[in-house]
């Protein structure tokens, strides 16, 4: 059998650490990677594959960051499906087309990388200027390295050069070097130690965050359709996780509280809570049958909860009843095993 992954792309980028660390252990599988452009087509493209029986194709894209938070682009991906959802197995219950099967959590460890292995910081005094290559994300993840970087040699120009991702950077950098006929000219970027790898050059300086411990959390998706079993890399825990989206008659005071009220009745436990706006856009002045009139500052709520995998009295039916009475409209994205990264710091 073959697995396809999608990622964010190029090659080389955290996303591409992600699919690795979550399908490498696949041996006896073809496991291919499939870099994508950006997050929706990573989710585009999984919609549009035709199920195939000798073919398992999944998706892995970024859902957080510990530093910066939400991860915008997949939030609203998981809420224009739900809206966009017709399937429903209750009252208000929306079917996905797509399921949440795991997780994996990548540090970000930043380095400084160049395509001439004879360079070390102690040479940059022997270049009169200095352009590195990175997302524009990152130079605030290493501020203080670039400020020490100046400071310690005043007469180097630093010229910043964005790029689309960071693995992108180590490409771009290593043509420009390549290319370069100034030998007081030094072309270096900022990316992942994986990146350096995948593109042939050296690791000047690893860790340069200002901050150690960044981290960024995936989930992997496959289609709902696909009922074959994920299996889970070594990483993943006894721990599973569920995540619940849903919108609620906001005007009725307690109306929120009421639906996490139900994980305490089950003696589930949230453990985390976020929301983005209800799209409007295209939308009419219909309303639910629980007479949720739609329109701004109106919101969809992600809550994510751990459930024990051993606990037998968990009435998961009734449970899904009692939210079915509560929100106007909900869906559940999938119950999947709690990576062990999430327990350690990731340093």
Known sequence: MTIKVLFLGPEGTYSHQAAIQQFSH??????????????????????RDTDNSNVDVYSVVPLENSTNGQVVYTYDILRNLMQGGSARL????????????????????HCLIGADPSISVEKLDHFRKLKIYSHPQVWGQVSTYLSNIQKNYP???????????????????????????????????????IAASIYDCH???????????????FLVFKKRSNVRRLLAPPSATPQRI???T???????PGSLVEVLSVLKNFSLNMCSISSRPYLLEGE?????????QRRNWQYIFFIEYFVDSQETSFDAEKFYDNIDKLCSEWCHWGTFPR?????????
């Open 26 to 47: 696949l041996t006896e599988y073809n496991v291919t990677y499939e870099p994508m452009e950006s997050i929706p087509q990573c989710v585009e493209t999984l919609l």
């Open 90 to 109: 209750r009252d208000d219950q929306i079917i996905s087309p797509i399921t949440i099967v795991g997780e994996q959590f990548v540090s970000i460890l």
């Open 155 to 193: 007469n180097l120009k630093v010229e910043r050069i964005n790029c689309s991702s960071t693995s992108e950077a180590v490409l771009q950098m290593e043509q420009a070097h390549s290319t370069n006929l100034d030998s007081t000219e030094l072309n270096l970027a900022i990316a992942s130690k």
């Open 203 to 217: 690791v000047i300086e690893h860790s340069i965050n200002d901050k150690l411990g960044n981290t960024t959390r």
């Open 242 to 244: 569920s995540l619940l």
């Open 246 to 252: 849903f919108t609620i008659k906001q005007d009725d």
């Open 284 to 292: 009419t002045d219909k309303e639910t049958d629980h007479s949720f």
């Open 339 to 347: 990576d062990i990264c999430y327990y350690k710091n990731t340093t």
